[in-house]
């Protein structure tokens, strides 16, 4: 079973910025595409964005567009998400990292594995 661990979340003021990490405990992890999702208080888990395995093609949320960037180190075989510009109402979460086969299947929420989440606070 690939193991996902999340690092990187904590406090930040508005307007600040934050980056996450999710090291990936296999090598073959690197064949698939990874991605980020959160889950805010009280609402369901929503999709942030994703990468495939070659690093060439992204996606993102429309939410998270132009503020967040999605990068992968598969020689360290781990996973970021930049986060800028953060906002407390909107980006206030627990962040997961996500394994699937494609942005698609990632996307239409077929993952396969997941992490166990990191808390992002976002104080006004």
């Known amino acids: 079973q690939v193991q996902l661990v999340e690092s990187g979340g904590g406090l930040v003021q508005a307007g600040g910025s934050l980056r996450l990490s999710c090291a990936y405990s296999?090598?073959?992890?690197?064949?698939?595409?990874m991605g980020w999702f959160r889950q805010a208080p009280g609402k369901e888990r929503e999709f942030v964005a994703a990468?495939?395995?070659?690093?060439?093609?992204?996606?993102y949320a429309d939410s998270v567009k132009g503020r967040f960037t999605i990068s992968r180190d598969n020689a360290k075989n781990t996973v970021y998400l930049q986060m800028n510009s953060l906002n407390p109402s909107e980006d206030t979460a627990v962040y997961y990292c996500a394994r699937s086969n494609t942005i698609a299947t990632m996307t239409s929420g077929l993952v396969g594995s997941w992490g166990k989440g990191t808390l992002v606070t976002v104080s006004s």
């Open positions: 990468i495939t395995w070659s690093g060439a093609h992204t996606f």
């Open positions: 296999e090598p073959t992890v690197s064949s698939y595409a």
